[in-house]
């Protein structure tokens, strides 16, 4: 195309990230957008950890496009220290999301999240939620969906005691499984 020299025909280089994962990770690992900007997920919380200071090189290529290393130093093009490592499984995330998915259809709900910790060592395993978007394509879907809003939104813990409660007064025998009875312990 450029050798064509066509004239108002500009080439430009369009760097960009990919997301093998796709969506399995969308709701955890976020996405720049297409101006390199960080629009959520890790990429937005990490941005300043994850940033690469990038310099242009100029460089020679041999006749079959092979770099020619002439006067650039050893280890500018491959040298990256920087490590972010998650204790996500993606075979649990997968199953996960796909479970997920299939009870937020079962129960026609608007939305759904699983977590699933190791309790030995507090380390998250998995962390899905529904609906999700891919963060490939993020400008087809609506921005919305790019919060993980399981971790991220406030909730009135209340309810989420109840079950705790009810196990309790259960186990204790305060309260009978059978339908409308209920003793009052003395």
Do not use: C
């Amino acid at each position: 195309m450029r050798q064509l020299g066509i004239s108002g025909l500009d080439l430009e280089a369009y760097p960009q990230r990919v997301y093998p994962q796709g969506q399995l990770f969308a709701n955890v690992v976020g996405f720049l957008n297409l101006e390199r900007v960080p629009q959520a997920g890790l990429e937005q919380s990490r941005d300043g950890e994850l940033r690469r200071h990038e310099t242009t090189l100029s460089m020679r290529h041999g006749a079959d496009g092979t770099p020619l290393p002439e006067g650039i130093a050893a280890g500018s093009l491959y040298g990256d220290d920087l490590r972010l490592q998650l204790t996500l499984d993606s075979r649990l995330q997968q199953v996960a999301q796909q479970a997920l998915a299939a009870q937020v259809k079962k129960w026609n709900a608007k939305r759904g999240a699983a977590m699933v910790m190791d309790v030995r060592n507090g380390e998250m395993l998995a962390l899905a939620s529904t609906p999700t978007y891919d963060p490939n394509r993020f400008w087809a879907f609506q921005p919305g969906l790019f919060r993980e809003w399981s971790v991220q939104d406030l909730y009135e813990p209340g309810s989420t005691f109840k079950p705790i409660n009810l196990a309790l007064a259960l186990q204790e025998k305060a309260s009978s499984p059978a339908a409308g009875s209920t003793t009052v312990a003395p």
